[in-house]
């Protein structure tokens, strides 16, 4: 019998939530390295971290594992003509959105566009991802779609 975690039940939901969009769904769940969950759309690559139930032990040690981890899956599956994004769902959203300012030069050496919190990284809260991950899909989805062409999944 496999045992969910908190951790585990929010890649479910992501991963229910992004294939209502269309998204190609890779779930990647518990320790083993790389993203949480990655979705694909056409041009577009999301790598999604859910940090519910983990000790992050700090802004900056967070960061800087996370984008080791990041570099291998990205260096594996990215196109070069793939557009990057990243959702970080967490219990502690305002200490990493303060600190991610700082490592905005490392998310653009592994291939992020701007490394920009709102741009192409998403912090989101964990007690409301449900609500805002199909806002966040919509978004990073209209980065591809002609301006005023009508979104079909």
């Known amino acids: 019998m496999k045992i969910e975690t908190l951790h585990n039940f929010s890649l479910r939901d992501v991963e229910a939530i992004a294939k209502t969009f269309g998204f190609q769904t890779e779930i990647n769940p518990g320790n083993r390295p790389g993203p949480g969950i990655v979705l694909r759309y056409e041009s577009i690559l999301i790598c999604v971290e859910s940090e519910i139930g983990h000790d992050t032990g700090g802004s900056k040690k967070y960061f800087t594992k996370l984008i080791k981890r990041l570099q291998i899956k990205v260096d594996q ?33 592994i291939g992020f566009s701007k490394g920009e919190l709102g741009r192409d990284i998403y912090i989101v809260p964990a007690l409301l991802y449900r609500e805002l991950i199909p806002a966040i899909l919509v978004r990073i989805l209209s980065s591809i779609t002609p301006a005023g062409a009508l979104i079909v999944t």
């Open 77 to 109: 599956d990215r196109k070069s003509q793939d557009l990057l994004f990243l959702i970080i769902i967490t219990n502690t959203p305002r200490r990493l959105a303060e600190a991610l300012s700082q490592f905005a030069e490392k998310f653009r050496e």
